[in-house]
Structure formats: structure tokens, C-alpha cells
């Protein structure tokens, strides 16, 4: 519009506060995930076992079923803590499936065309930046993980009593509390190397990598040192200890659960350093 025309005027519509509007950048990453049909039937399939677990779950409790089955309620499953650990590692499969292909496309496209000087002449900061993708993971991957292991707990709690529920209510804060770790610590890992490598690809393969050749090292260390070392760099085995304590069970990994903690948390504070060196507005090429 010609600006000696003066016929232009201020924006009157109604302004997004300030505090929410990283979710701008979360709702147009979650359209972008979900435009993949090959993603949206793994995500649709995750739900298949949860499925399973609460008509198992319904089983139990139906006398007139186990009585014409001629079993026990308690031999059908037990909603305890190896239940839903099991149930966590069989979600936590999927979503590390599925950031695996949706991690990459997080921040590699804005950085490989140069998109990032768009997002901040903008009102929003870099924390803003990777806070809204961060958000958008962590949105689709908790729909699989913790959101139907409480809504397995709440089916049991129904069924078994209020009694119950207050005397299990560890499971629920671990059904949290593990599902919340390992979803940050893949998200963090795949937006770094998303940041990095810049080619989506690549990325996807380098997660995949990462993970499984730390697991390896680790091991290795452990064999060859004969200590307890390896660990802290296999994200497997923290997250297993981690599980582990949440849910009181005993662990293979011999390490304290506060360790354990310590160690996810300093993987995902090295993940923000790198995705600080990398989401800037402009990039010094030398």
C-alpha cells in the first residue's frame, strides 16, 4: 500500500498475552507432525495397547467372565508396579519411534532456510522459540505415554476402590514423573541434533545412533573399567533406574535413583547448551 494514501491503520484485534505466545509456534508445528499419514497411523496404533491393558483391566474384575473362563482375576494381570512400568517401556517405545521422524523437522527447516531472523524480528525470545517446539513434542508424545497410563490407573482406582487409589498412589506420580524424563530427555536430543545437522534425515538417524552406541559405551565402559561409570552416559539405564525407584521395584542398574536423576538432567542441560549455540538469529560463518 502506497503510503502517501495515509489510508493505512494500526492493528484494533485482540493481542495473544505474552506469556502463551510460544503455543503459536506449538499449534503450526503440531499441523505440520500430523500432516504425515505414515506418522498419524503410528500415532493412532500407539493406542492399541492401551486399549488392551484396560479391557484386561475390565477382565479382572468381571466375575461372571472369570467364573466362565474358570480363572482368577489375579491371573489375567495385576495392576502393580511391573504392570505399569511394562506399559510405560511398551509407550516409551513409541514415542521414541515417533521422535525419531517428528524431532528432526522441528528447528532443521528454519535453520537450513534461513528462517530464524523471521521468527525474531518478532516478539519472540529464543527460549520463547524452543519452548513452543519443545511444547509441541512433548504435547503429541504425552498422549501416548502418561495421559493414558493415569487413564489405566483411574480404570483400576474405579474398579478396586478408593482404598486402593490411596494406597497406590506412587504409581500415578511414577506414571508421571517417568513418563515426563524420557519424554524431555528424546524431545531435548532430537532438537539438538535437529540444530546441528540441519538435514532431517540425517537427524533421525543420528537419534537413533546416539542413543543406541551410548547404551554400547556405556556397557563397555562398565565391562572394562568393572565399575559403575558407563551408566551415567547410557540413557537407557538411567532411565530404567529411574523407573525403577519411581515405582519401587528393584533395578539391575546398580546406581542410587538420585544419581540417576542427576545424570538425565545434566543430558538435557547439554542439550539446551547446544541448541543455544545454534538458535540465533544470524550465524557467524568463519
Keep these: 500500500m502506497a503510503v502517501y494514501k495515509r489510508s493505512y491503520r494500526a ?13 503459536i509456534l506449538t499449534r503450526y508445528a503440531i499441523e505440520r507432525m500430523f500432516a504425515s499419514k505414515f506418522l498419524t497411523a503410528v500415532f493412532v496404533i500407539s493406542f492399541f495397547f492401551p486399549l488392551v491393558c484396560a479391557v484386561l483391566l475390565y477382565l479382572s474384575h468381571n466375575s461372571s467372565i472369570l467364573s466362565m473362563l474358570h480363572i482368577r482375576g489375579n491371573e489375567i494381570i495385576k495392576a502393580e508396579g511391573k504392570f505399569f512400568l511394562g ?29 530464524l531472523p523471521l521468527y525474531f524480528c518478532r ?6 522459540y524452543v519452548l513452543g517446539k519443545l511444547c509441541a513434542l512433548f504435547y503429541v508424545l504425552s498422549l501416548i505415554t502418561w ?17 486402593w487409589a490411596w494406597q497406590n ?12 524424563i524420557w519424554i524431555l530427555m528424546i524431545s531435548l536430543i532430537a532438537m539438538a541434533l535437529s ?15 546416539v542413543i543406541f552406541l551410548l547404551s554400547g559405551f556405556g556397557t563397555a565402559v562398565n565391562a572394562v573399567l568393572r565399575s559403575h561409570i558407563g551408566y551415567y552416559i547410557n540413557p537407557g539405564a538411567l532411565i530404567t533406574r529411574v523407573c525403577a525407584g519411581l515405582f519401587g521395584l528393584d533395578s539391575p542398574i546398580e546406581i542410587s535413583a538420585f544419581s540417576a536423576w542427576v545424570g538425565l538432567l545434566v543430558m538435557c542441560a ?11 538469529a544470524y550465524e557467524v560463518i568463519r
Design 147 to 163: 495421559v493414558p497410563g493415569l487413564i489405566l490407573f483411574g480404570i483400576e482406582a474405579n474398579l478396586s476402590g478408593v482404598a
Design 87 to 115: 506399559f510405560l517401556g511398551t509407550q516409551g517405545g513409541f514415542a521414541f519411534f515417533l521422535t525419531a521422524f517428528i524431532g528432526p523437522t522441528t528447528i532443521a527447516p528454519d535453520l537450513a532456510n534461513g528462517g
Design 11 to 23: 492493528y484494533t484485534g485482540r493481542l495473544t498475552p505474552e506469556w502463551s505466545r510460544f503455543f
Design 169 to 180: 498412589k506412587s504409581l500415578a506420580t511414577g506414571i508421571f514423573f517417568g513418563s515426563f
Design 195 to 209: 540444530a546441528w545437522v540441519k538435514w532431517r534425515i540425517a537427524a533421525g538417524a543420528l537419534l537413533l545412533g
Design 123 to 128: 516478539p519472540f525470545s529464543r527460549v520463547e
Design 270 to 280: 547439554i542439550c539446551l547448551a547446544l541448541l543455544g549455540k545454534k538458535v540465533r
